[in-house]
């Protein structure tokens, strides 16, 4: 939609409505926008929180509540994974992949960012003041009290602790340690975007896998949650390279 200058004040006016109500469905989010400038940019106008430009009015005039909080979810959570990563700029994510833990955390969610780099960063989204905010989370690998209360007790597995094996992720090969096996449950399937990758926060999650899931450590960050399908003994001693 365009507007000229003869119709000016019925984009003020519906700007005004879309910024109301936005905020409103926000505030029930527990997300404080910054001030929007309907009034200077009309339906252009920016919605952003803490700075961070989440879309302007136009794009965002049709979607419901839960599409409003992916889209503020996809920017804070990467902010709070670059923020992690001290001294590396201008890196982007390419993937947001929920984890399926067991409830109740004292987190409302969380995710691996994938970032270019092939890093992944954990970050949590909590609730705290009445406000969701995004921190990283810190997973000691060697801490099993931890893994506990995040996937439940370990299950028994074709594979078993300590295995070498080799993961295929997301047409990316790699090579690591099993640390933890889960019980099975949510696979993630992924829609990719021409500008950024794998969305999988708007992935659909099914279970097609009775097998046993595992945790495999492969020193790029939080460990990869893949299904038995997923994993294959590694061969002799060669140690594969990844693969992108």
Not at 165 to 174: A, F, G, L, T
Not at 193 to 214: C, E, F, L, Q, V
Request: a negative charge; charged letters at 25%.
């Amino acid at each position: 939609m365009t507007y000229s200058h003869r119709n000016l004040a019925t984009e003020q006016k519906e700007a005004c409505q879309k910024a109301q109500q936005i905020t409103a469905i926000c505030e029930e989010l527990s997300i404080s926008l910054d001030p929007i400038d309907w009034q200077g940019s009309g339906m252009r106008a920016w919605v952003s929180v803490d700075t961070i430009k989440i879309a302007d009015l136009m794009d965002l005039r049709q979607l419901d509540s839960a599409s409003i909080l992916r889209r503020v979810q996809i920017k804070l959570l990467e902010r709070a994974a670059i923020a992690s990563m001290h001294g590396q700029s201008g890196l982007k994510a390419l993937m947001w992949s929920p984890v399926d833990v067991v409830q109740p955390q004292e987190f409302l969610s969380l995710w691996i960012i994938t970032m270019e780099s092939d890093e992944r960063i954990a970050i949590a989204e909590y609730i705290k003041n009445g406000r969701r905010v995004y921190e990283p989370y810190e997973l000691d690998v060697n801490d099993k009290q931890q893994l506990t209360k995040l996937f439940g007790p370990m299950r028994t597995g074709e594979y078993h602790l300590g295995d070498t094996v080799i993961v295929e992720e997301h047409q990316r090969k790699c090579s690591g340690e099993i640390i933890y096996i889960l019980p099975p449950g949510k696979v993630v399937t992924n829609r990719k975007s021409p500008s950024k990758g794998y969305h999988t926060i708007s992935g659909k999650a099914y279970t097609n896998d009775a097998s046993a899931r595992y945790m495999v450590d492969c020193h790029d960050g939080f460990p990869h949650l893949v299904s038995q399908s997923q994993v294959t003994v590694e061969a002799g001693d060669a140690t594969p390279l990844v693969t992108l």
